[in-house]
């Protein structure tokens, strides 16, 4: 398949559906399709983070390989969906699912886009929720979550993540 051309014909959930199938048949593909994600075209990256969102949360492994290159891009995204579709799906994910060595750059960047008011809720509700699961494995993160969504809360956060928060200040 020409992901380049299939990309561009039209942005649809019909279009990111077609996608999805031919790269849920043909895994070996997957690799070629993630550089379009990956890349510096700002539609054609746009369009492959929908189907990689998808993906993720129907085949959550298929993107372990993945992981740093995915934290990598989130962290400068060249459209807001490549954020928002990381998140989403680390956000989703048995933590089983993250090897040691992309911890840290993902939590370091959760913690950021969770204090970020600049970031769209979404992201930094995902987030948020990506920093509070790794807390069963680093209940040292405990305090220092709290703390961030104490001061957002305080400084007048939005409908969402202010409900997001204070489940999560529970569950802490």
């Keep these: 398949m020409d992901f380049r051309a299939q990309l561009l014909s039209e942005h649809s959930r019909a279009n990111a559906d077609l996608l999805l199938d031919h790269l849920e ?5 997957l690799t ?10 700002v539609v054609e990256a746009q369009r492959a983070a929908m189907v990689v969102g998808d993906l993720g949360r129907r085949h959550p492994d298929r993107l372990i390989p993945f992981h740093l290159r995915l934290i990598e891009a ?7 969906a490549i954020r928002r579709n990381v998140l989403r799906y680390f956000s989703e994910i048995p933590l089983a699912l993250i090897a040691e060595e992309p911890q840290g750059h993902l939590l370091d960047l959760a913690f950021r886009v969770t204090a ?4 769209a809720v979404a992201m930094r509700v ?4 990506i920093v509070a699961n790794f807390c069963t494995l680093y209940p040292e993160l405990k305090d ?11 400084e007048g956060a939005s409908a969402g993540f202010l409900s997001r928060g204070r489940k999560i200040l529970a569950k802490l």
């Design 25 to 29: 048949r043909h895994p070996e593909d």
């Design 32 to 41: 070629a399709f993630m550089e379009h994600f990956f890349g510096r075209e």
């Design 74 to 80: 989130a962290g400068q995204p060249v459209h807001p």
């Design 116 to 119: 970020s008011p600049a970031d």
């Design 126 to 129: 995902f987030a948020m929720q």
């Design 144 to 154: 220092e979550l709290r703390g961030v969504i104490e001061n957002q809360i305080a």
